[in-house]
């Protein structure tokens, strides 16, 4: 198959990660978006755009590789 | 329409987003299918983590998702008996033992696996099980997602299983396998984002394991159980009455991890079918023991939401003395305490019907009971306990713990759940629809064109059957249970033909037919003749008349699996004996003995199945000494 299939899956949580700290960090403080004390979308968003970045560095990895 | 909560814009984009990333890999995958091999073997090219991931992904269907949360929150950390007893020994097996026979024969599925090892009759039975088999659980899957749905965010039943069939559909119709395969992977990655957040949450608000530990002894408590009965699995497993599995190691250990365990991870198709697609031998093998590695860690990612959803949003419980003196002390003050402080949203959403009070009062931490359609009332068993819903446990957390953005993030990954499952089925059926029944017994001799077409029509007409069987499917408690009885009428024979299938050359076809024919009735047999403590006489058995009962359907099932087997064995083999079996030379490749041991001393370890296969048991051993 020549699709590496870390191009999509890198490129999806890219723009959900960034999407969901984006919208946390605009929320930040507003009432219901923190349970327990931690604003998470922000949180978790930035964790799964760290995520998709690192499958799209291994897909550019491995296209110069391949 | 009353539902339990609604969705915000940000929802519905990270929804989008995923069903654009979806439809697009069938898009962009569509033009590699150009003959039928890449349709439904993705043309033997992908790598080894890639189908490894699929293996596991095909796997954690809705079954998994809400029914290791619905059994976390029913039976505790025993329910990880189903992956660390019931999951990786046979994984290990399949990927070292069997898989140079599958796929080192020329056999393109299981069933024609049979049919070279065995005959056109052994085939014939497995391929028509076997299918009729995936449509059913596509649309068992489909019935209860597209009831979910609309239970949480008020979605019409059949808009929902329309939209997901449709996009599984679009993918699978496109790209074959392939597209399924990559979309696994996107959607196994999916579903660990999706719900990780739940459990760090729900663990937070408990003060974590410990805390969770000390609120589940009292459950336990108040169940009758002693307090480490949900939180250690093993320790309880001596005496059936003593854990609330109510199972006793050995029906564990020899129904759950022997027989259900090794029917399904070595023989069924559908898990199979992604090993097989692996670019070399070395990969397929390497396949699910790639696959064991997330597997052994997916209890803390499925069943800790559902032992979470029986305690979450409490006040820490007082030291047990001064609780309760004896179970019913405990449950009056539960009673209590739960009506004063655990206000779910489900139970606004009944005061429409009415029913507010008798709601929270009865439910337990934040899964509610099950509710009668007829009375709107909570449905109890025969005898007087409430029944809860527990196939709500997980999808509960996630209303309570995920505000707007995440809780779209959570919603997706259960849909991602669904369509993994689901594309897994229909993947199957094509397959063994096209090659065993429709290429052996319709339309023989037609050209590899005609068989592509076959198979893009057989996804059509698999996916159609399976939402009329979404529509028809009756309701249970507890979804992986029905399965898990399907499972022990068909698969759990299935393992000793092919153990000895694949280990014994004396074995014939007129033995395996046989064997597998009474195998399946035995299981028939001993259910009808049997039945768990506190079922009326019916689906869930003693339809012959009750001559044993049992502490738990679970302990039935297993034992049930246990006297399949047992019987397909013993018939195999005396069969077999009584026959002619076939030439060595027709079973080079087919049979151990007959067949040259692998090499791969020249691999590095960690590519070595036989050492990877060491390593992984020896972790899920540690797992299961580390929760005792």
């Known amino acids: 198959m020549r699709l590496d299939i870390r191009w999509p899956i890198g490129l999806m949580f890219a723009i959900l990660g960034a999407l969901l700290a984006v919208y946390g960090g605009v929320t930040l403080g507003q009432p219901g978006t923190a349970p327990g004390g931690v604003p998470i979308n922000l949180y978790w968003g930035l964790v799964m755009l760290a995520f998709g970045l690192l499958m799209l560095a291994g897909a550019t990895k491995g296209r110069k590789k391949g | ?628």
């Not at chain 2, 009965?229 to 309880?236: E, G, H, L, V």
């Not at chain 2, 909570?378 to 029944?387: H, S, T």
């Open chain 2, 1 to 628: 329409m009353t539902h339990i909560t609604s969705l915000h814009w940000i929802d519905y984009t990270v929804m989008l987003v995923y069903f654009g990333f979806v439809l697009g890999i069938g898009v962009a995958l569509k033009r590699y299918v150009v003959n039928s091999s890449d349709f439904f073997l993705s043309g033997r090219s992908l790598p080894a983590w890639v189908t490894g991931l699929a293996f596991i992904s095909a796997n954690l269907g809705a079954q998994e998702v809400i029914g290791m949360g619905a059994s976390g929150a029913k039976y505790g950390i025993a329910t990880s008996h189903f992956y660390w007893v019931g999951a990786i020994p046979a994984m290990v097996f399949v990927g070292v033992l069997m898989m140079p026979f599958y796929y080192g024969s020329r056999a393109r599925s299981v069933p024609e696996y049979l049919k070279l090892r065995f005959d056109e009759k052994t085939r014939g039975f497995n391929a028509i099980s076997f299918a009729t088999m995936t449509v059913f659980s596509s649309g068992v899957s489909l019935y209860a997602m597209g009831k979910l749905l609309n239970l949480l965010v008020g979605w019409s039943f059949g808009t929902s299983i329309l939209i997901a069939a449709g996009i599984v559909l679009f993918y699978t119709f496109m790209g074959g396998l392939g597209s399924a395969i990559y979309n696994e992977v996107l959607q196994f990655f999916l579903i660990v984002f999706g719900f990780a957040p739940l459990v760090f949450l729900g663990l937070r608000d408990v003060g974590g394991w410990s805390g969770l530990q000390d609120r589940l002894a009292w459950v336990a408590n108040a169940n009758g159980f002693a307090d480490g009965a949900y939180t250690r699995s093993w320790a309880y497993m001596g005496n059936a009455a003593a854990n609330p599995v109510g199972v006793e190691w050995f029906g564990l250990v020899m129904g759950l991890g022997f027989v259900l365990s090794f029917g399904y991870w070595c023989t069924d198709f559908l898990v199979v079918q992604r090993a097989m697609a692996a670019n070399s031998m070395s990969a397929a093998r390497r396949t699910p023991l790639i696959a064991a590695v997330p597997k052994m860690l997916m209890p803390f990612l499925v069943i800790l939401p559902g032992m979470l959803a029986l305690v979450v949003g409490q006040e820490a419980p007082k030291p047990r003395n001064d609780v309760a003196a004896t179970p019913a002390a405990a449950v009056a003050t539960r009673v209590e305490h739960v009506a004063q402080t655990s206000a779910p949203a489900y139970g606004q959403r009944l005061a429409a019907n009415g029913s507010q009070t008798a709601i929270i009062e009865h439910s337990r931490g934040i899964i509610p009971p099950k509710i009668d359609p007829a009375t709107g009332e909570p449905q109890r068993d025969n005898r007087g306990r409430l029944v809860l819903d527990y196939d709500l446990a997980t999808p509960m957390m996630l209303v309570k713990f995920f505000p707007a953005g995440l809780l779209g993030l959570g919603l997706t990954a259960l849909l991602a759940s669904f369509m993994s499952g689901m594309a897994g089925n229909v993947t199957a059926f094509n397959t063994v629809w096209t090659y065993d029944i429709y290429q052996s017994y319709i339309r023989p001799g037609r050209s590899d064109d005609h068989y592509l077409r076959m198979g893009r029509i057989a996804t059509v007409f698999g996916i159609a059957i399976s939402l009329a069987a979404a529509y028809a499917a009756a309701s249970f408690n507890n979804i992986m249970e029905l399965l898990q009885l399907v499972f022990a009428f068909v698969n759990a024979p299935l393992f000793a033909t092919f153990a000895l299938g694949m280990f014994w050359k004396r074995a014939t076809g007129h033995g395996a037919f046989t064997g597998l024919l009474s195998g399946t009735l035995a299981a028939g047999i001993h259910h009808g003749l049997t039945l768990p403590a506190g079922a009326h006489a019916g689906i869930k058995g003693g339809y012959f008349g009750v001559v044993q009962t049992f502490p738990s359907e679970l302990a039935q099932t297993f034992w049930t699996a246990i006297a399949a087997f047992t019987t397909c064995f013993v018939v195999t083999i005396a069969v077999s004996l009584m026959t002619r079996a076939r030439s060595d030379e027709e079973m080079k490749g087919l049979v151990y003995s007959l067949t040259p041991i692998q090499k791969d001393t020249d691999e590095p370890w960690h590519r070595r199945p036989a050492a990877l296969g060491a390593v992984v048991l020896v972790a899920a051993l540690a797992l299961n000494l580390l929760f005792w």
